[in-house]
């Protein structure tokens, strides 16, 4: 097979429009390289999680995509589940707080300490 010559005409004959025309293909083949690399480093960041869902199994783009999903919500639903279990938490021991003190304060209020008060003070104060 001969060799072919290809006549690249200089950046100055060319119009916007040509030179729009030969950018295209460039630049679509360097988005789908973004798109390609941000699919394996997924694929690698997950790839624990993937063996056991699929283990043996090679993985699509799509697969992968979607499997990363379902992972980001189900580590979102985990998130939201510990901090409601925080936040009762901390209105337990808020509340607690709160009777305690009223408990206190009402105990004070009796000059005469009876041995119920004292036994429910130490149980308190534990």
């Known amino acids: 097979m001969a060799p072919s010559t290809v006549f690249v005409e200089p950046d100055n004959l060319l119009t916007p429009k040509e030179k729009n025309k030969l950018r295209k293909p460039v630049v679509e083949k360097m988005r789908r390289d973004r798109i ?9 960041l997950l790839e624990k999680e993937f063996q056991r869902h699929q283990p043996n199994s090679k993985l699509e783009k799509a697969d ?10 189900q580590q979102s639903q985990l998130q939201m589940k510990r901090s409601f279990h925080k936040s009762a938490q901390f209105d337990f021991r808020e509340g607690y707080s709160r009777c305690l003190q009223e408990a206190f304060h009402f105990l004070s209020l009796h000059k005469v300490r009876t041995e119920t008060q004292t036994k429910l003070l130490s ?4």
Do not use: A, D, P
């Open 64 to 73: 992968i995509l979607e499997m990363t999903v379902s992972y980001l919500k």
């Open 123 to 126: 149980h308190f104060q534990k």
């Open 36 to 44: 390609n690399s941000s699919i394996e480093q997924l694929k690698l």
